[in-house]
């Protein structure tokens, strides 16, 4: 009767672990607006969940697309797409651009975003993203639900207002968004960061100084 409760109530069991049959539960996700475009045609955005960093020199990240989207074709035959960060303002634009095909619908004109040219890639981005990474493939693996497109990161555009006076980036005031499990989230408290934890504290080394 406990459990029974437990489940209509929504809440989870106390303790103890539940095996479930494998799948994709690895969230947080960043929730990202991939914008594409063949030559004379309008621009299209897709939001993507399954995208991430694969490395730092060169740039490269990986971004996953099930073939029968409007935007693969799109992507494959081009070789470019524009990688545009979401924050909360976005977030209402970034679920309508993931349940919308292009096929039907103008994105950018539906939700009122601005097309941005970029300088190293023939795909405009969204002007109102903090970072827009301007992306050229590289390679793409058949997977089987989806494939994934490698891609160089060619070009960083970022966002002036998010600039301070010594020239630093500070890209965690643009509240940016994850996705989990069916559900947009807004980045909260910081609770660390790299390194901290194997770190010296301050006043460790300042006493440590006195004492020599």
Same mark, same amino acid.
């Given at each position: +009767?406990?459990?029974?409760?437990?489940?209509?109530?929504?809440?989870?069991?106390?303790?103890?672990?539940?095996?479930?049959?494998?799948?994709?539960?690895?969230?947080? $996700?960043?929730?990202?607006? /991939?914008?594409? +475009?063949?030559?004379?045609?309008?621009?299209?955005?897709?939001?993507? =969940?399954?995208?991430?960093?694969?490395?730092?020199?060169?740039?490269?990240?990986?971004?996953?697309?099930?073939?029968?989207?409007?935007?693969?074709?799109?992507?494959?035959?081009?070789?470019?797409? =524009?990688?545009? !960060? $979401?924050?909360?303002?976005?977030?209402?634009?970034?679920?309508?651009?993931?349940?919308?095909?292009?096929?039907? /619908?103008?994105?950018?004109?539906? +939700?009122? !975003?601005?097309?941005?040219?970029?300088?190293?890639?023939? $795909?405009?981005?969204?002007?109102?993203?903090? /970072?827009?990474?301007?992306?050229?493939?590289?390679?793409?693996?058949?997977?089987?639900?989806?494939?994934?497109?490698?891609?160089?990161?060619?070009? /960083?555009?970022?966002?002036?207002?998010? +600039?301070?006076?010594?020239?630093?980036?500070?890209?965690?005031?643009?509240?940016?968004?994850?996705?989990?499990?069916?559900?947009?989230?807004?980045?909260?408290?910081?609770?660390?960061?790299?390194?901290?934890?194997? @770190?010296?504290?301050?006043?460790?080394?300042?006493?440590?100084?006195? @004492?020599?």
């Amino acid at each position: +009767m406990k459990d029974k409760n437990n489940r209509e109530s929504g809440q989870a069991k106390p303790s103890g672990k539940t095996d479930w049959k494998p799948g994709n539960m690895l969230y947080p $996700v960043p929730a990202v607006m /991939v914008s594409c +475009m063949r030559q004379g045609e309008k621009p299209n955005i897709i939001t993507i =969940a399954w995208a991430g960093t694969i490395c730092s020199s060169p740039a490269m990240l990986s971004i996953s697309i099930r073939r029968e989207r409007y935007s693969y074709d799109i992507i494959k035959e081009t070789g470019e797409f =524009a990688l545009n !960060l $979401v924050t909360a303002d976005l977030v209402r634009a970034a679920d309508y651009c993931g349940v919308k095909s292009g096929r039907d /619908v103008d994105k950018f004109a539906d +939700m009122k !975003l601005t097309p941005c040219s970029l300088t190293n890639i023939g $795909v405009p981005g969204i002007a109102e993203s903090p /970072v827009i990474l301007s992306c050229k493939v590289t390679e793409i693996k058949p997977l089987g639900s989806h494939d994934l497109f490698l891609a160089e990161v060619v070009g /960083v555009t970022v966002d002036n207002q998010y +600039m301070d006076e010594q020239n630093k980036f500070h890209l965690n005031q643009s509240k940016l968004v994850t996705y989990s499990h069916g559900e947009y989230f807004e980045l909260g408290k910081k609770v660390g960061t790299f390194g901290y934890s194997v @770190r010296k504290s301050d006043k460790k080394s300042k006493d440590r100084r006195k @004492r020599k």
